[in-house]
């Protein structure tokens, strides 16, 4: 089993985020090695931040044999930039939950300033649940819509 210590958990709430308004807040500060050449977080840095939103809402609302038996992977990410974010400024990573179709689950993120009236990137996020015995694609139930508390 990995080590998911390097997760950040999120700040709340964990249940029932399906909208901006309902969804699962952390907060990220811009280090020192996220900053490009052009002074501001590079893009890459904000697909990391969104995988790691995701990644610690699942390891906040699951436990024990969820988190071995099942593997998310990211089948496609779109991220739109907006706005710059600088070195030493904190912002809050919303993310809540979309779509699901078969074993495809959509995600997405909102990163922002706080207090920011338009966002620094948004992100959507197809996830595949897959099997992780078989490594095989498993259908998203409402066993995993439950533990969202979207059931």
């Keep these: ?23 699962c807040l952390s907060r990220r500060t811009a280090k020192p090695s996220e900053i490009d050449e052009l002074g501001h977080v590079n893009n890459a840095v904000y697909a990391r ?3 790691d939103a995701a990644v610690g809402h699942w390891l906040s609302v ?6 071995e038996d099942q ?15 600088l070195e030493g400024q904190t912002v809050e990573i919303r993310t809540w939950l979309g779509e699901a179709k078969g074993a495809r689950f959509a995600r997405h993120t909102d990163i922002r300033l706080p207090g920011a009236s ?6 959507l ?10 490594r095989r694609p498993r259908r998203v139930g409402q066993e995993v819509m439950a533990l969202f508390g979207l059931a």
Excluded: N
Aim: charged residues 20%; negative net charge; hydrophobic residues 40%.
């Design 1 to 23: 089993m990995s080590d998911f210590s390097d997760y950040p958990r999120p700040d709340g709430p964990l249940l029932g985020a399906h909208s901006f308004e309902t969804a």
């Design 49 to 51: 931040w969104i995988q």
């Design 62 to 67: 699951t436990e024990g044999s969820a988190v």
């Design 71 to 85: 593997v998310w992977v990211c089948s496609r990410h779109e991220i739109d930039y907006k706005d710059q974010v």
């Design 118 to 123: 338009r966002p620094a990137a948004t992100g």
């Design 125 to 134: 996020t197809w996830w595949v649940l897959v099997d992780a015995a078989t």
